[in-house]
């Protein structure tokens, strides 16, 4: 990509993530490394450290509580952010709160600003709209759906993981919406050969010569992940393997039960992936786009309420993962998954990073994509 590199005075960019869960700090990394690949210096900072106080741990401790211990909860205030504009200008206010320290991290030389998290993108956009910022603001669109917050006024670009997403994104009146695919790992890739497949499992424990069916649900291992791996193992398909982050009670609780093996947190997904044949998952994040770019088909089931069920809509509608509603319907779409040849995701045109770094470097845009006729 010799051709993209920035000049010495416009090499900086600055990307603002979240350390909610995993994927929007997983997004913001993969796009770090391609930018520093393609000769940029990139500034990552975590939002919540920029929020006052302590408001940004007891937000994330909050969410998680919720997620944990009364999930049909964060659904119904997904909905209510979603359909009551007074409930979105407060949050749009908690992000208006990190402004002033957002505004702190501008380094000489920074050519744009990036964020991976709604609520940065409404400290950012809120920014660049009252003058206070003057380089481009791009927001990466983590999720497959796209809720209001995702879409603020004064963001110059919004990228999108397909057209789906895409044409909610402008349906929400975004501006400068682009597909631009996933920002997922080279790591994440189909096994080249049985062997590495079979020295994959090893690694990790896991049985020879019967189907594996990957069950995740974020690094916090939350919704009705144990009811999951019930209902795999009941179908006869295949065994069900459980990632269960660092929630060492569902842990515990699996190996209890005896229908999977239990996993903690795992360092090397990208080789758990390689060593089993089918992903289940619950919530369409980040963890279902690494799944589809390492080859192997994904089935969304027991989602979460709220982004959760929104993100399985999308994935379903896009034809990337089959959303099961019922027991029968999960056995159904195992068999059907475990039939066909594994093949990679095929990511649309356009490379995030790159847009990112044309937009940095004052190249213009290629033209978005005709979204509605292709999402229809």
Request: charged share 20%.
């Given at each position: ?224 992940v144990g009811g999951t791996a ?31 093996i239990a996993l903690g947190w ?111």
């Open positions: 990509m010799d051709h993209r590199r920035p000049t010495q005075t416009c090499r900086r960019i600055t990307i603002v993530s979240a350390s909610v869960g995993a994927g929007h700090d997983g997004a913001a990394q993969e796009l770090a490394r391609r930018l520093r690949d393609d000769g940029f210096e990139v500034d990552t900072h975590d939002f919540l450290e920029l929020l006052p106080g302590m408001l940004g741990r007891v937000l994330c401790r909050a969410y998680a509580l919720q997620l944990q211990v009364a999930p049909d909860t964060w659904g119904l205030l997904f909905t209510a952010l979603d359909r009551f504009r007074p409930l979105v200008a407060v949050a749009r206010g908690v992000g208006r709160l990190a402004a002033r320290r957002i505004s702190a991290t501008l380094q000489p030389g920074t050519a744009a600003m990036v964020s991976t998290y709604p609520l940065a993108s409404q400290a950012l956009g809120g920014l660049r709209r009252r003058g206070l910022l003057d380089v481009p603001v791009v927001t990466y669109l983590t999720d497959m759906s796209v809720h209001p917050l995702w879409v603020a006024e004064g963001v110059d670009v919004h990228l999108a993981l397909h057209p789906v997403a895409a044409t909610q994104a402008e349906d929400l009146g975004a501006l400068g919406v682009r597909v631009a695919g996933p920002a997922v790992p080279p790591d994440f890739r189909p096994a080249a050969s049985a062997h590495e497949r079979r020295v994959s499992g090893l690694r990790f424990g896991l049985p020879c010569g019967r189907p594996l069916a990957l069950v995740v649900a974020g690094s916090w291992g939350v919704g009705d019930r209902d795999i193992a009941a179908s006869g398909l295949a065994t069900p393997v459980v990632v269960c982050g660092r929630n060492t009670a569902l842990r515990d609780a699996v190996t209890r039960a005896g229908t999977g795992v360092d090397d997904m990208p080789a758990l992936m390689r060593a089993c044949d089918v992903v289940i998952q619950n919530a369409g994040g980040l963890s279902s786009l690494e799944a589809l770019a390492a080859g192997l088909p994904v089935i969304s089931y027991r989602c979460l309420s709220g982004h959760g069920s929104t993100n399985a809509a999308a994935l379903d509608r896009a034809g990337w993962a089959p959303w099961a509603h019922k027991p029968e319907e999960l056995t159904a779409l195992l068999a059907a998954s475990l039939s066909r040849t594994p093949i990679a995701l095929s990511a649309p045109p356009g490379d995030p990073a790159a847009l990112i770094a044309d937009l940095a470097a004052g190249r213009p845009l290629t033209p978005g994509l005709a979204l509605v006729a292709e999402a229809s």
